[in-house]
Each structure stands twice: as structure tokens, then as C-alpha cells.
């Protein structure tokens, strides 16, 4: 595959590699320097959010980057403390002003709550007023999903979801497909726990490249667009070297086989918003 950038539905091209950066931390320009790190070695697409506390070290990687705003991809979200009409209103705009930026290129609804049609409106709103460039939910099950599609005049052009070899999300994945919305994998190495499994310890050797690398190629080959967080300079520069290989068809479902559907951890948003 030699495309690095894949269309939302409205044409807006997003990176199919981003870095993550919930734990990167403000203190000691950790992030900041990360950030700056990840930019250096070619990522574009960054990824963060409120939540994380990190808004401001994250702008200041991207103002000391040097590079031209318009070549970065940022992607921030909406807390559920936040949800509303209103409140995600003031909360957009503190993100923007804490990143330091004019525009936000992905805005995100964090966990959907019960309040979501009015917090959804409020992104639609911002699409419309061209402050951030395409929207789209987090952590979205195919009944969630729907429902907003059936309420929303703006549908999500992405869903950002727990995603690794564990928790493949084939059902998700079709359904967002049909709706043309990208799907965005959280966790994409599931922080670490696959690198001691077996099949990706075999396959790593056999393809002659890291454990990491394989699952993100994976995602890849899914079209499932991956948010890899280090805080490590060189393991940066291993998560994005996944372009000069092709995992089999075999192989790949080697890789499927270690689906269980299980998530990582309980997620205490998770039932926020119950369809009925
Ligand atoms: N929307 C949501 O609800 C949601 C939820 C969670 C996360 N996210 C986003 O998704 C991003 C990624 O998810 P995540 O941070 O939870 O997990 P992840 O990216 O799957 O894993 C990060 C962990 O893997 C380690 N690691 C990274 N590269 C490695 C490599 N090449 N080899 C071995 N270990 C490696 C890191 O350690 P070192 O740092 O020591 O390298 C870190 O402990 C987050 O940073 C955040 O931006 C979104």
C-alpha cells in the first residue's frame, strides 16, 4: 500500500498512521518534545484530547515543529463532563485556545452520553463555522452508532474505538463502512500486552520486523487508521516504518485468530448513552 493518507467522507485526507499521546505528560516538555519528535520522523496526524491534560505541551510541540499548520492533521475531544449544547461549545474553545490553534482538524466526541444529540449539534456546528474540519465519536457500538446517524444532519466520519488483535471489531468495522465512516484504532498495540504472544512473536521473525510493527500493519491491511503512543524517540520512528512490507493473507488471519472481543479493561463510560 503506498497511499500514507486515506479520505473522510467529506474528502478531508487523514493520516493512516497518528501518534497518540494520552500519558504524555506537560511537565518537563515531555509531551511537547514528543510531539516535536513524532513531527521530525514524518507522522503528521496527531492525537489528543482534553481528557489527557496535555493540550497545551501538545501545542507548543506543533509551534516549535516548524512546520506549516496546514500540513498537520490535530485531533482533540470532548470530555463527558462536558456534554451538552453549551458546555461542549466553551469546551472546543478552551481546547483550541490551550493547543494554541485557530482550527482543529478532527473534533471527537470522547464517550457518547445521554446528552449526545445536543452535543453532537454543537459539533455540527463548528463544521459548520469551518473551526474544525471533519467530526466524529469515540467508543461507539454499531447500536450507538446508528442512532446517531438516524438523529444527526452531519453524520460522524469517524469512530475511534478500543481496536488491536484481542478486540478486532470485524461487525463494527462493516457497519462503519457502510455508512462511509473511517474507523480509528485506540490502543492499537494494546499497550504493550501482544509483544510476548506467540503468532506475533513468530510472525515478527518471519517478516523481519518488530512485534509493534506487525499489528500496525495489520491495522493497516484493515484499513483501520492507528494511533500508536511512545514516549520513546526510537520506537517512534519503528511504529511509522510499517510501509516496505505486506503481511499474507494467511498471515493475517493468524493475526485474526486472536480475537476474543474482550476489551483491554472495564470502561466506566461505557454505557452513557443506552439506546432504547
Ligand atoms: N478515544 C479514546 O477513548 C481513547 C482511549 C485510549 C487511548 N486513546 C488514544 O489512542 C492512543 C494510543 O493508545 P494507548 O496509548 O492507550 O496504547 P498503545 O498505543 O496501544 O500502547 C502504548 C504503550 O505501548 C508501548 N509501546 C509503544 N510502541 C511500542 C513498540 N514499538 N514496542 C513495544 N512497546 C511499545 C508504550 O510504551 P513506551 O511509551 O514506554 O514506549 C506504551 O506503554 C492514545 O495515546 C490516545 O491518543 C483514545
Not at 519528535?37 to 496527531?46: L, M, P, T, V
Request: proline letters at 3%; hydrophobic letters at 35%; aromatic letters at 8%.
Amino acid at each position: 500500500m503506498k497511499e500514507k493518507v486515506r479520505e473522510l467522507s467529506n474528502g478531508v485526507k487523514i493520516p493512516v498512521v497518528g501518534f497518540g499521546t494520552y500519558k504524555l505528560e506537560n511537565d518537563n516538555d515531555e509531551v511537547c518534545n514528543m510531539v516535536k519528535e513524532a513531527i521530525k520522523a514524518g507522522y503528521r496526524s496527531i492525537d489528543t484530547a482534553s481528557f489527557y491534560d496535555n493540550e497545551e505541551g501538545v501545542g507548543k510541540g506543533i509551534t516549535q515543529s516548524g512546520i506549516n499548520r496546514e500540513e498537520l492533521f490535530i485531533t482533540t475531544k470532548v470530555w463527558p463532563d462536558d456534554d451538552g449544547y453549551e458546555n461542549t461549545m466553551k469546551a472546543f474553545e478552551k481546547s483550541l485556545s490551550k493547543l494554541n490553534l485557530d482550527y482543529i482538524d478532527l473534533y471527537l466526541v470522547h464517550w457518547p452520553t445521554e446528552k449526545i444529540k445536543d452535543t453532537w449539534r454543537a459539533l455540527e456546528d463548528l463544521y459548520r463555522q469551518k473551526k474544525v474540519r471533519a467530526i466524529g465519536v469515540c467508543n461507539c457500538t454499531i447500536e450507538q452508532l446508528e442512532s446517531i446517524i438516524e438523529f444527526a444532519n452531519i453524520n460522524p466520519m469517524v469512530n475511534q474505538v478500543e481496536l488491536h488483535p484481542n478486540r478486532s471489531e470485524k461487525e463494527l468495522i462493516k457497519v462503519c463502512k457502510r455508512h462511509n465512516i473511517v474507523v480509528e484504532a485506540w490502543s492499537p498495540i494494546m499497550r504493550g500486552q501482544l509483544m510476548s504472544n506467540e503468532i506475533i512473536k513468530e510472525l515478527a521473525k518471519k517478516y523481519n520486523k518488530s512485534e509493534a510493527q506487525i499489528i500496525l500493519r495489520w491495522h493497516l491491511q484493515n484499513n483501520v487508521i492507528a494511533i500508536p503512543k511512545t514516549s520513546s524517540p526510537s520506537r517512534i520512528k519503528e511504529n511509522l516504518d510499517i510501509f516496505d512490507f505486506n503481511i499474507s493473507k494467511e498471515d493475517m488471519k493468524k493475526i485474526d485468530s486472536l480475537n476474543t472481543g474482550e476489551r483491554m479493561k472495564p470502561q466506566k463510560y461505557e454505557n452513557l448513552y443506552k439506546v432504547i
